[in-house]
């Protein structure tokens, strides 16, 4: 590992303001994010102001989100971030999109685990959590396989697309992390 925001395969950094093209690219074409409620159209200049507002937006609370950048090619292919803390309990949520062209080749677990690590090691966090949509089975794969278990189910909790649907809590602990993705210094 090159730094502690590179892995073989991403990069994690700051959204840059030139990034929206990217992101609006992410939106699927009818406004919904893989599993998520449909939204609103939005426009080129609500994504170019988002961008902007992101490249300069203060770390607030451990709460922020960071550009996924594929390491080979420098193509910008989704974002991690932190949007919730417990600070006291020590306690955080996290998050991952990767655009629908750039899926399956390793970016979201890359992505998370690098994000984990600054978290976990760095900002002496004790857990995070991931809430998952029950019927999105490659996001529950994937917070499987980076070692993340299942610890509870918010039946019928968000309604999108005419019904109700299951959110997943999955959870990880620091030292399940150490444990299975050995921490070695940058």
């Not at 004790?126 to 918010?154: D, P, Q």
């Amino acid at each position: 590992m090159a730094s502690s925001w590179t892995g073989d395969r991403v990069r994690l950094r700051a959204v840059e303001p030139d990034d929206w093209t990217a992101f609006m690219r992410f939106a699927d074409g009818d406004g919904r994010r893989p599993g998520f409620r449909l939204d609103l159209p939005r426009s080129a200049e609500s994504y170019r102001a988002w961008a902007k507002e992101q490249a300069v937006a203060e770390c607030d609370d451990d709460r922020f989100r960071l550009a996924v950048e594929a390491t080979a090619t420098g193509e910008l292919v989704g974002s991690v971030g932190s949007h919730r803390t417990g600070s006291r309990s020590g306690w955080f949520e996290c998050d991952v999109t990767i655009g629908a062209d750039h899926r399956r080749r390793g970016y979201a677990a890359e992505a998370v685990a690098l994000l984990l690590r600054f978290m976990f090691a760095e900002r002496r966090y004790h857990k995070c959590l991931a809430a998952v949509f029950a019927h999105n089975e490659a996001s529950l794969a994937l917070f499987r396989r980076l070692g993340f278990t299942e610890e509870g189910r918010l039946r019928q909790h968000v309604f999108f697309a005419g019904r109700h649907h299951d959110l997943v809590m999955m959870g990880m602990l620091a030292d399940e992390f150490d444990q299975r993705h050995a921490t070695s210094a940058p």
